[in-house]
């Protein structure tokens, strides 16, 4: 079974910057999203970025302009830099990897921006 397995997680100021990865743990091909959602406390987990596997990208509303997803195709790892962050960016990042026959889910890393 391929797991996800994130790093970069951390606690930093308001208007700080840090960089998410995530790493299958093993071989899996043919991948059509890779994405980032996070979830706060007390609210439902949502998208914050996507990209396909030809390169499409897709970022929220609220991260637009600030948040960045990357890939590396043979690495099977997928990336997310924040800059220029807010309190309100605090959550937990779940990282995804999909394709047919395949839904898989980091185990989470927690970022917090303080005031």
């Known amino acids: 079974q391929v797991q996800l397995v994130e790093s970069g997680g951390g606690l930093v100021q308001h208007g700080g910057s840090l960089r998410l990865s995530c790493a299958a743990s093993g071989s899996i091909f043919n991948i059509n999203y890779m994405g980032w959602y996070r979830q706060a406390p007390g609210k439902q987990r949502e998208l914050v970025a996507q990209i396909t596997r030809g390169g499409s990208t897709y970022y929220a509303d609220s991260v637009k302009g600030r948040f960045t997803i990357s890939k590396d195709n043979a690495k099977n790892t997928v990336y997310l830099k924040m800059n220029s962050l807010k309190p309100e960016d605090t959550a937990i990042y779940y990282c995804?990897?999909?394709?047919?026959?395949?839904?898989?889910w980091g185990q989470g890393t927690q970022v917090t921006v303080s005031s």
């Open positions: 995804n990897m999909y394709r047919l026959n395949y839904d898989g």
